[in-house]
């Protein structure tokens, strides 16, 4: 099932990690699904129309248990279908989240792990929920082996 003209069901349900598990990480809720099809529409779909080359979603829907599997976080907007982690091949993550911040209309994008001086370092998160667009950027790192969330895109 197609969610937009480039974006299908099955890619931003893909895990390997509920693979390796037997996991079945499809959604059974159509609110779900609407949702991946909003993030898809309002911020995935325009972010390869701009760019013209394939967007790689490294991860979308997390089923619950899959998301405890990725330790992420027991909130994660990625469980509602409301989030992925994207990356375009020859683009740099500081500039594919500043494109993001500056001309969609977005939840939260976060800049995460990226390694200045190293252009695919790293990844981009990006939520959608017509319900919340605040807009919020941050950057997360590492620092003395612990996650750190900085406000603004620190690149």
Same mark, same amino acid.
């Given at each position: 099932m197609n969610?937009?003209?480039?974006?299908?069901?099955d890619e931003l349900c893909r895990s390997q990690l509920a693979r390796d598990c037997g996991i079945d990480n499809k959604p059974d809720s159509d609110e779900v699904v609407n949702n991946l099809r909003l993030l898809c529409e309002k911020v995935?779909?325009?972010?390869?129309?701009?760019?013209?080359?394939p967007v790689k979603i490294n991860s979308g829907y997390r089923s619950e248990e899959v998301n405890l599997l990725a330790r992420g976080s027991k909130t994660s907007d990625h469980i509602?279908?409301? +989030? #992925?982690? $994207?990356?375009?091949?020859?683009v740099p993550n500081a500039e594919l989240a500043t494109w993001i911040r500056d001309n969609l209309e977005f939840k939260q994008v976060i800049l995460e792990f990226y390694i200045p001086g190293v252009p695919d370092s790293g990844w981009v998160h990006v939520s959608y929920d017509p319900n919340e667009?605040?807009?919020e950027t941050l950057t +997360? #790192?590492? $620092?003395?082996?612990?996650?750190k969330y900085m406000t603004g895109l620190v690149a």
């Open positions: 969610l937009s003209k480039n974006f299908t069901f995935l779909q325009p972010v390869r129309d701009h760019y013209g080359e509602t279908g409301c +989030a #992925a982690d $994207i990356e375009i091949a020859g667009l605040k807009k +997360a #790192a590492k $620092i003395d082996g612990k996650t």
